[in-house]
């Protein structure tokens, strides 16, 4: 909580966006974690039919946004769906940059015909997307997070498929004896290993595999 208030220079206050606990098992529940922005506000009705369309129960969905207004389309379906979590933060800039960045600021000044060259420092505003996503987690209340972008497509198997990799790298870890981690799983990623696209200006759907498409350099294969 602390450092979070910090890093968010006050905007994350723990007494007011806290959570209490679920009345869910949390080794079975699934946090859908989404930073996002005003300028997304459109996506957020397909990022919300993605998590309703899922087969996998139970789960959450954890979005944290920014901007200069929130999204009247997930504040509504937050009173309506108590799984759905949704915070905002008002910030005058929705880009996503680092808001304890500091960007040099370098200016020339002629004082009695001498140049003389000064550099500063300037915050940015905004929130940064890694921020954004570190806030999501930690109001996620499943000991599995699930990243969904609010611009694409999941098939409603994709949490169940995800979930079944992840407890088969578990077993395999018990058999190897690894250590568990803080929330009484082992550690684990999982993530596709390809997946379709379509071309939004001739509306063409393709398939993207990075380990034979030939666009992918060989060093980045792997």
Not at 187 to 206: C, N, R, Y
Request: charged residues 25%.
């Amino acid at each position: 909580d602390t450092a979070l208030f910090l890093l968010s220079l006050h905007q994350f206050d723990p007494r007011r966006d806290g959570r209490q606990d679920m009345h869910v098992n949390p080794k079975e529940l699934i946090s859908v974690i989404c930073p996002s922005s005003d300028r997304r506000h459109g996506f957020h009705p397909l990022l919300y039919a993605n998590f309703c369309q899922q087969t996998y129960s139970p789960r959450e969905l954890v979005v944290v946004d920014n901007g200069r207004a929130p999204s009247r389309f997930l504040q509504a379906r937050a009173q309506e769906d108590v799984r759905i979590i949704y915070r905002f933060y008002f910030t005058d800039n929705s880009r996503d940059v680092d808001i304890l960045a500091a960007a040099y600021e370098q200016h020339s000044e002629r004082m009695g015909g001498v140049c003389r060259k000064h550099v500063g420092f300037q915050r940015r505003e905004g929130l940064s997307l890694g921020l954004k996503r570190n806030i999501a987690c930690h109001l996620s209340r499943g000991a599995v997070i699930a990243h969904f972008d609010d611009d694409d497509l999941y098939a409603p198997n994709y949490l169940a498929c995800m979930h079944r990799v992840l407890l088969a790298t578990e077993r395999e870890a018990m058999a190897g004896r690894h250590t568990a981690g803080t929330g009484d799983l082992f550690p684990a990623a999982a993530t596709l290993s390809e997946w379709h696209i379509m071309d939004l200006s001739d509306q063409v759907f393709g398939y993207f595999d990075p380990k034979t498409d030939s666009l992918v350099e060989d060093d980045m294969r792997d």
